[in-house]
């Protein structure tokens, strides 16, 4: 899984899932954090962070159209970031 890491979201939040990825809180059994398996550094953007996929989108279901509404707008504005990339390899 991905997360882009806009500085608005937090400058920290790279800095914290490093820590609570690394021996000797990685193996603590009171961390209950995703480990962070990669960071993606790309010049002139925030750093994009990679984690194990723990679930699929749709378990559990949706329960509220809200829920619906914000899932499709974080997928069209990954889908755009996606699309920026593929056009910057191929220019």
């Known amino acids: 899984m991905l997360k882009r890491l806009p500085n608005r979201e937090g400058p920290y939040e790279l ?4 820590l609570f990825s ?3 809180l ?9 480990q962070l398996l990669d960071v993606i550094e ?3 953007d925030p750093p994009i962070m990679v ?4 679930r699929r989108f749709y378990d559990p279901p949706f ?3 809200g829920e619906f509404v914000f899932f499709f707008a ?3 504005e990954v889908s ?3 699309s920026h990339y593929m056009m910057q390899l191929f220019n």
């Open 15 to 18: 800095e914290i899932n490093r």
């Open 22 to 24: 690394t021996e000797p």
């Open 74 to 76: 974080q997928i069209c």
């Open 42 to 44: 790309l010049p002139n």
């Open 26 to 34: 990685f193996t603590n059994t009171r961390n209950h954090c995703v």
């Open 51 to 54: 984690h194990p996929l723990l």
């Open 63 to 65: 329960q509220t159209y």
């Open 80 to 82: 755009s970031l996606r």
